[in-house]
């Protein structure tokens, strides 16, 4: 089993808010909103002030970002929060299912949902809320998550009791 290399930021901007918008050696640009991570930890909770977190640049040649203070976020982090908040609409929802293997029935046992509700979330235009792309995200870089749900859907008629 091979792993991905880590990620190389080329180019960090900062956005409005807790933004930062990031060009990645291979991957490109993406843009990451930093809002719950910094007040959700404490290491970096100093960059709650606009004037720190506006100087933000790229350290130890792209594989973090860094700020004034010595305070840093590591290139993987950024691009798995990225990841993360990334839109998941149908076309994701879809994507990820193939991915799986499941089918609509087994996706919806799989999320604990109605088989209409699998099928409206592939149709254009759906909402997919954020609990259920959370959970697909998930499965997808846990593998194991997924195997501990899953239930084969069997053809045929259950046999008698």
């Known amino acids: 089993?091979?792993?991905?290399?880590?990620?190389?930021?080329?180019?960090?901007?900062?956005?409005?808010?807790?933004?930062?918008?990031?060009?990645?050696?291979?991957?490109?640009?993406?843009?990451?909103?930093?809002?719950?991570?910094?007040?959700?930890?404490?290491?970096?909770a100093k960059l709650a002030e606009p004037a720190r977190f506006a100087k933000a640049k790229v350290i130890d040649w792209g594989a973090a970002i860094g700020w004034p203070g010595d305070i840093g976020i590591g290139a993987d982090t950024l691009l798995r929060l990225s990841q993360e908040q990334a839109s998941f609409g149908p076309p994701q929802f879809t994507?990820?299912?193939?991915?799986?293997?499941?089918?609509?029935?087994?996706?919806?046992?799989?999320?604990?949902?109605a088989l209409t509700t699998i099928k409206s979330y592939r149709r254009a235009g759906a909402t997919i809320p954020d609990a259920v792309a959370i959970a697909c995200r998930a499965m997808e870089n846990?593998?194991?998550?997924?195997?501990?749900?899953?239930?084969?859907?069997?053809?045929g008629r259950p046999k008698a009791a």
């Open 1 to 44: 089993m091979t792993s991905d290399p880590p990620a190389n930021i080329e180019k960090v901007e900062t956005l409005p808010g807790f933004g930062l918008r990031l060009k990645f050696r291979k991957g490109g640009w993406r843009k990451v909103d930093l809002e719950g991570f910094v007040s959700r930890y404490k290491s970096v």
């Open 142 to 155: 846990e593998p194991a998550t997924l195997a501990a749900h899953f239930r084969p859907r069997r053809s």
């Open 95 to 113: 994507a990820w299912q193939e991915r799986a293997n499941l089918s609509n029935q087994e996706c919806a046992d799989v999320l604990g949902l």
